[in-house]
Antibody, heavy 121, light 109 residues
Framework: EVQLVESGGDLVQPGGSLRLSCVVSGFTFDDHAMHWVRQVPGKGLEWVSGISWNGDSIGYADSVKGRFTVSRDNAKNSLYLQMNSLRADDTGLYFC??????????????WGQGTTVTVSS | EIVLTQSPDTLSLSPGESATLSCRASQSVSGTYLAWYQQKPGQAPRLLIYNASKRATGIPDRFSGGGSGTDFTLTVSRLEPEDFAVYYCHQYGTSPPITFGQGTRLEIK
């Protein structure tokens, strides 16, 4: 069974840092690019970042550029999101999503259940 | 950046009726690389349609997609109770930022 399991979400103060993880199973991780997508409760989906199968191609939303860093460890079947200088508007449910293919531009065909990040003093 | 605008924001229909959801792009979507997702409360999005008109694995044929260029539609025929959810369009044909529409809520009338 294909599974994506996010973790690392927490309550953090403005200006703080968090590292999210997404551990996958049931498929060959390095056959797929991956994305992080977030959602404020009751609101829509916002793309955060994406990384190609080997990490050579990476993209970020303008809202997180310079503060967030995406990475992956194919040996550990894991995707990461290092989040620094967190702001209140970074609050939300963070999903990892698999791309149907090796490059960032592609269909997000499988999603995890998400991990919650709350930025508040 | 391609902006996707979905309409209507909310659609109220009864089971058995048909729903037509629209997604309009601010510029042409390369290669009809447009997808539709369904999201129910407390759940992750689920892929329904990709490449504008192809159903994902396991998606009933009541769901159909169409369109090209800047105008795309998702049609849900013979609405079942489980179809009432929020639907998002997503373009993946143009370099990041990757964008989603703001969503259409399909609710029971």
């Amino acid at each position: 069974e294909v599974q994506l399991v996010e973790s690392g979400g927490d309550l953090v103060q403005p200006g703080g840092s968090l590292r999210l993880s997404c551990v996958v199973s049931g498929f060959t991780f390095d056959d797929h690019a991956m994305h992080w997508v977030r959602q404020v409760p009751g609101k829509g989906l916002e793309w955060v970042s994406g990384i190609s199968w080997n990490g050579d191609s990476i993209g970020y939303a303008d809202s997180v550029k310079g503060r967030f860093t995406v990475s992956r460890d194919n040996a550990k079947n894991s995707l990461y999101l290092q989040m620094n200088s967190l702001r209140a508007d970074d609050t939300g449910l963070y999903f990892c999503a698999r791309v149907w293919g090796v490059y960032i531009l592609g269909i997000m065909d499988v999603w995890g259940q998400g991990t919650t990040v709350t930025v508040s003093s | 950046e391609i902006v996707l605008t979905q309409s209507p924001d909310t659609l109220s229909l009864s089971p058995g009726e048909s729903a037509t959801l629209s997604c309009r792009a601010s510029q042409s979507v390369s290669g009809t690389y447009l997808a539709w997702y369904q999201q129910k409360p407390g759940q992750a999005p689920r892929l329904l349609i990709y490449n504008a008109s192809k159903r994902a694995t396991g998606i009933p044929d009541r769901f159909s997609g169409g369109g090209s260029g800047t105008d795309f539609t998702l049609t849900v025929s013979r609405l079942e109770p489980e179809d009432f959810a929020v639907y998002y369009c997503h373009q993946y044909g143009t370099s990041p930022p990757i964008t989603f529409g703001q969503g259409t809520r399909l609710e029971i009338k």
